[in-house]
T-cell receptor, first 115, second 117 residues
C-alpha cells in the first residue's frame, strides 16, 4: 500500500510571500498525484493533478506543483499567497494499476496566511 | 459542475442507534463512490469503494456489518452506521468518481460530522 507524507502539519506565512507545501510518497511504481484543498466546513476541492507529461503542473488559484520521480515528491507551490488561501491542503496518490481510483491521502498541511 | 452533496451535514445520536448518511452526485452520474473517515489532525482514511448495483469493497479493518453501504443508483450512495458507539464519532466524507481520460477524478462531498453520545 502507498503511504503519503506531508511533513509540515502547519505552515504560517505572511500575505504575498511565497509558500511551498511538501509531499512525499512511498511507492516505487508509477503513480497519479493530486493536491486537494479543504476550506473550513467544506469538502475537498481539486487544486491540480499530475497524470503524465510535463512534470510541472499548474492548477487553480495560482498554485503549481512539480513531480520529481527520483525524490518521490510532489511539492505544491505558490509565488504569492493571499489571505483567502488559508485552508488545509491534502496531497493524494493513486497507483496506475487496476486500483487507479483508490486514493491514499497525506495527513494534511494547514496553511495560515497572515496579513 | 461535478457537485457532490451529503446529508445530513451534522448528526448527533445516542449510543446504540443507527445513522444513515446520504451521498449524492447532483449533476453527473458516478459509477463509483467512495467513503472516507477523517480523524482530527489526520488524513482521510478510505473505508470502502461502492459500485452501483454491486456490493461494496471494504478496506482492511473496516467492519462491513457495522458500516453498511448501499449504492442503489448512479447518483446515490448511503452509509449506515449501525449500533453506533462513541468511538464511531468522526467526520465522514464521500466522493464520486468521474472518468477523465487516463484516470478518474474524485469529487468530494462536504462531509458529515457524526457525534455519538
Amino acid at each position: 500500500a502507498q503511504s503519503v507524507t506531508q511533513l509540515d502539519s502547519q505552515v504560517p506565512v505572511f500575505e504575498e510571500a511565497p509558500v511551498e507545501l511538501r509531499c512525499n510518497y512511498s511507492s516505487s511504481v508509477s503513480v497519479y498525484l493530486f493536491w486537494y484543498v479543504q476550506y473550513p466546513n467544506q469538502g475537498l476541492q481539486l487544486l491540480l493533478k499530475y497524470l503524465s507529461g510535463s512534470t510541472l503542473v499548474k492548477g487553480i488559484n495560482g498554485f503549481e506543483a512539480e513531480f520529481n520521480k527520483s525524490q518521490t515528491s510532489f511539492h505544491l507551490r505558490k509565488p504569492s499567497v493571499h489571505i483567502s488561501d488559508t485552508a488545509e491542503y491534502f496531497c493524494a496518490v493513486s497507483d496506475r494499476g487496476h486500483n487507479f481510483n483508490k486514493f491514499y491521502f497525506g495527513s494534511g498541511t494547514k496553511l495560515n496566511v497572515k496579513p | 459542475g461535478a457537485v457532490v452533496s451529503q446529508h445530513p451535514s451534522r448528526v448527533i445520536c445516542k449510543s446504540g442507534t443507527s445513522v444513515k448518511i446520504e451521498c449524492r452526485s447532483l449533476d453527473f452520474q458516478a459509477t463509483t463512490m467512495f467513503w472516507y473517515r477523517q480523524f482530527p489532525k489526520k488524513s482521510l482514511m478510505l473505508m470502502a469503494t461502492s459500485n452501483e448495483g454491486s456490493k461494496a469493497t471494504y478496506e482492511q479493518g473496516v467492519e462491513k456489518d457495522k458500516f453498511l453501504i448501499n449504492h442503489a443508483s448512479l447518483t446515490l450512495s448511503t452509509l449506515t452506521v449501525t449500533s453506533a458507539h462513541p468511538e464511531d464519532s468522526s467526520f465522514y466524507i464521500c466522493s464520486a468518481s468521474v472518468s477523465s481520460g487516463l484516470t478518474d477524478t474524485q469529487y468530494f462531498g462536504p462531509g458529515t460530522r457524526l457525534t455519538v453520545l
